[in-house]
């Protein structure tokens, strides 16, 4: 049985990593609601515009060469998560990250 099969299979959560709306519509056409834009900073946040308007319900976590300069455009643009790696590694961005959280002073 291939891998997301048995995840399925086994109610796991699965996030399938994406970067063409080909990708996008195979994830949807097998019950998926989530899926991972990677390389975010890459597809850039046009492409999570782009990619909801055909898949409204879709809910994009972006990931990949986010930090605090880039990750609220992905928000604006529809990503209903971002995913901060290295970022949080800077202390002067770590600072900043508050500012992100919904209701919190930006």
Do not use: C, Y
Request: charged share 20%.
């Amino acid at each position: 049985m291939p891998p997301l099969d048995a995840r399925l299979q086994a109610g796991l959560p699965h996030l399938p990593g994406v970067s063409t709306p080909t990708e996008v519509g195979r994830a949807r056409r097998r019950g998926l609601h989530w899926v991972k834009a990677f390389p975010a900073s890459s597809l850039g946040p046009s492409w999570i515009r782009a990619v909801r308007a055909p898949f409204p319900r879709l809910r994009v976590v972006a990931t990949g060469g986010l930090d605090l300069r880039n990750a609220s455009a992905f928000l604006e643009a529809g990503a209903r998560v971002v995913a901060l790696g290295s970022a949080l590694g800077d202390p002067a961005q770590l600072d900043r990250l508050v500012g992100l959280l919904p209701g919190e002073p930006g």
